[in-house]
C-alpha cells in the first residue's frame, strides 16, 4: 500500500533550523509532485511548498520564501524540507503529500491523493 513517512520534527529555538524528510512507497515517486503543508492547532491546514514530478519547479507560500527549500531524490523516493529562521509561528504539524496534477502542482491540499501522519515542529521564542 501506499506510504508517505515524515520524519525530522522536534523542538527548536527560534532562529533554528530543521530538516523535514518523507520517504514514500507504494507509488510511483517520479510521476507524483509532492508538497508539503502544515497545520496549527485551531488553524486550517496551509500549504507551505511544492516540488514538480522531476524537481525542476517549485512554489512556497511568502511567509516561508528565502527560509524554506524543497527538493526531492527521485532515486530515493524522498522529499526534503529544509527550514531555515525558524519562527515561533512555524509551529504546526507538517505533513507531506503526493498528487497527480495536469501542471506541476498545487497549492490546495484536496488536490492530493495520499498524505503522510505528519510530524510535529515546535518552534520557542
Known amino acids: 500500500q501506499v506510504q508517505l513517512v515524515e520524519s525530522g520534527g522536534g523542538s527548536v529555538q527560534a532562529g533554528g533550523s530543521l530538516r523535514l524528510s518523507c520517504a514514500a512507497s507504494g507509488i510511483t515517486f517520479s510521476s507524483y509532485a509532492m508538497a508539503w503543508f502544515r497545520q496549527a492547532p485551531g488553524k486550517e491546514r496551509e500549504f507551505v511548498a511544492a516540488?514538480?514530478?522531476?524537481?525542476?519547479?517549485?512554489d512556497y507560500v511568502d511567509s516561508v520564501k528565502g527560509r524554506f527549500s524543497i527538493s526531492r531524490d527521485n532515486a530515493k523516493n524522498t522529499v526534503i524540507l529544509q527550514m531555515s529562521s525558524l519562527k515561533p509561528e512555524d509551529t504546526a504539524v507538517y505533513y507531506c503529500?503526493?498528487?497527480?496534477?495536469?501542471?506541476?502542482?498545487?497549492?490546495?491540499?484536496?488536490?492530493?491523493?495520499?498524505w503522510g501522519q505528519g510530524t510535529q515542529l515546535t518552534v520557542s521564542s
Open positions: 516540488i514538480s514530478r522531476n524537481g525542476g519547479r517549485t
Open positions: 503529500a503526493a498528487g497527480r496534477f495536469s501542471g506541476d502542482y498545487s497549492r490546495l491540499a484536496h488536490g492530493y491523493d495520499y
